[in-house]
């Protein structure tokens, strides 16, 4: 993902916990907001809690490429968005986190929901 598009300064992940909206899944949280720089921004925040070193950047590495994949659906959006991975995410493989993250972009309507889809 390029620079431009990653969310890294500390102030910017409190404004969107703090002035944002969240939805939650199995393993993941989304948080969202608005931003000025029109364009999407998004960071991830794994604690310690879910695993090791190891564990953690290849967390971030799969979310990385699931958020690469969806760009050009999110580019047209000014939003910043932060992910949180709870515990179990260390256990998940690259399609269940991009199942739970496409259905966090859905609920949080940054995504249009597919046609053959009709959860609500």
């Given at each position: 993902?390029?620079?431009?598009h990653?969310?890294?300064?500390?102030?910017?992940?409190?404004?969107?916990?703090?002035?944002?909206?969240?939805?939650?899944?199995g393993?993941?949280?989304?948080?969202?907001c608005?931003?000025?720089?029109?364009?999407?921004?998004?960071?991830?925040?794994?604690?310690?809690?879910?695993?090791?070193?190891?564990?953690?950047?290849?967390?971030?590495?799969?979310?990385?490429?699931?958020?690469?994949?969806?760009?050009?659906?999110?580019?047209?959006?000014?939003?910043?968005?932060?992910?949180?991975?709870?515990?179990?995410?260390?256990?998940?493989?690259?399609?269940?986190?991009?199942?739970?993250?496409?259905?966090?972009?859905?609920?949080?309507?940054?995504?249009?929901?597919?046609?053959?889809d009709e959860?609500?």
């Amino acid at each position: 993902m390029q620079s431009q598009h990653r969310l890294r300064d500390s102030r910017d992940f409190r404004r969107v916990f703090r002035k944002g909206k969240s939805f939650a899944s199995g393993r993941l949280v989304l948080y969202y907001c608005d931003n000025r720089v029109a364009r999407v921004r998004v960071g991830f925040s794994i604690s310690r809690k879910v695993g090791k070193a190891v564990v953690r950047n290849r967390l971030k590495r799969l979310l990385r490429a699931i958020f690469q994949r969806r760009l050009d659906e999110l580019c047209d959006r000014p939003v910043d968005i932060v992910v949180v991975c709870r515990a179990n995410a260390a256990d998940a493989d690259f399609h269940d986190l991009e199942r739970e993250v496409e259905r966090l972009l859905i609920k949080a309507k940054l995504l249009p929901q597919q046609a053959g889809d009709e959860r609500p």
